[in-house]
């Protein structure tokens, strides 16, 4: 292997982020192939290491983009399969990057933010509070699942009624959620409108992970933000300890240590304000061939500051924002094209029509309309087709949006 450079310019870490991230695996032919689907899948979920999940529907369940941006249309029976089928299952739900899908075989890594969570610490003020005061409403609530089987949290017998607050929790709802946290129960299943079904760990999860020794918080850490070195490509300190949500101590030091045996190589990037870490075996190709569309969500553009700083966009989630207020709109989607962000889009599933909205467009800053059109376009016809809508319609709104209207095949809505 050639040596590594101590500096790298901004368009060589924008490369080596976004071929980290799985957007230029043997082009974008591949992304119409599906042979071998649910392995492509599976094989993608392990190398970003976590998937973030999210319920809102506007376009499709957040947790379904990732895959959609790197693969193209795949069936998300696929994602179910591996996430809720049975003791082979590969990935498993906890809180990785907040509520997430994991492989399975990273559930020891996180047994020190269980053991935390068992203790309080780490955990909602409140939700710990409940787990002081009602541990034996919540021995009970385990007992009843280990007895009765996999069971969501309207099904206890324990479901008393919230009063305001806590999102309306039950204390039964809370009582699981608290032995989600530790650790002692874990998501068998999803039903209906997305609503977690819980049963004991050990037995949802394949039985040698289960087994598998516990490692001491010091080398979990370690691993983790070895991982996510390998998952980002290059990052700084702050980035590679944001990916697994870590603490600023046990970080620093495991970054320490990485260095220190080779797997993280420390770099400056032109742009950067801090120091940065290129991950030893990150690849550095010369050209990304990519394009997609990303979810608000997606482990390329969650770190906000880091976004900004690789590819100069300045992006917000902005659902919880007044419509008055909003900049770009409610579910709004980045366009990587190649290694830049060249647009964004304000995409809705009208499934009653069966079109996919574009509420609005916009150009990024140095962007030109005619480079991005037709990419943008024919990505926008493809998620329709996955999503099994029959057109895609042109709302005019964005200094993008009366180009891509004029797409071939495109329309403007009657909302």
């Keep these: 292997m050639p040596p590594r450079p101590e ?30 689907e649910r392995r492509r899948l599976k094989r ?20 379904t983009l990732p895959g959609f941006s790197r693969l193209g249309p ?11 089928g049975g003791r082979r299952r590969a990935l498993f739900e906890y809180w990785g990057h907040e509520a997430s899908y994991l492989p399975v075989a990273l559930q020891p890594l996180f047994r020190w933010r269980m053991e935390r969570a068992r203790r309080g610490e780490g955990i909602y003020t409140g939700l710990a509070q409940f787990g002081r ?28 009624r919230g009063e305001g607050g806590w999102w309306g929790w039950s204390e039964g709802k809370r009582a699981v959620e608290w032995l989600f946290w530790a650790g002692i129960v874990t998501t068998a299943t999803r039903r209906g409108a997305f609503e977690r079904v819980y049963d004991l760990t050990e037995r949802v999860l394949p039985r040698a992970v289960v087994e598998t020794p516990t490692p001491p918080e010091p080398e979990a850490l370690r691993e983790l933000v070895r991982l996510s070195s390998l998952a980002l490509g290059i990052a700084t300190e702050r980035c590679l300890r944001d990916y697994y ?16 045996s080779g797997d993280l190589i420390p770099v400056t990037v032109a742009g950067f304000r801090n120091p940065a870490y290129l991950a030893k075996d990150a690849r550095m190709p010369r050209r990304v061939e ?40 409610y579910y709004v989607l980045p366009f990587l094209l190649g290694d830049t962000l060249a647009a964004r889009v304000d ?6 029509r069966s079109r996919l909205l574009v509420l609005a467009a916009h150009l990024e800053e140095g962007a030109q309309a005619p480079a991005v059109v037709e990419p943008l376009a ?21 200094d993008l949006a009366a180009a891509l209207a004029a797409a071939p095949g495109f329309a403007s809505p009657r909302l």
Aim: net charge negative.
């Design 290 to 329: 990519a394009r997609a569309l990303l979810a608000p969500f997606d482990p390329l553009v969650w770190q906000r500051e880091r976004t900004e700083a690789l590819f100069g966009a300045r992006i917000r989630l902005e659902i919880y924002t007044p419509a008055d207020k909003r900049s770009h709109g």
């Design 7 to 36: 500096k790298l310019s901004l368009r060589q870490a924008r490369r080596i982020a976004v071929a980290a991230q799985g957007f230029d695996l043997d082009g974008l032919s591949r992304r119409e192939d599906h042979a071998g």
């Design 347 to 352: 995409l809705k599933a009208d499934r009653a």
């Design 245 to 260: 949500r870590l603490g600023v101590a046990g970080a620093r030091q495991a970054v320490a240590e990485l260095v220190e």
């Design 133 to 160: 005061e009602r541990a034996d409403l919540i021995e009970a609530v385990r007992r009843e699942i280990e007895t009765d089987g996999p069971k969501a949290a309207g099904e206890l017998s324990h479901d008393h």
């Design 44 to 63: 993608m979920a392990e190398s970003l290491g976590v998937i973030q999940i999210d319920s809102v529907n506007v376009v499709a369940r957040a947790h």
């Design 378 to 398: 024919a990505e926008l016809r493809l998620m329709a087709r996955w999503l099994g809508l029959d057109d895609v319609a042109v709302t005019p709104r964005g």
């Design 74 to 84: 795949y069936d998300t029976a696929d994602l179910d399969a591996l996430a809720y």
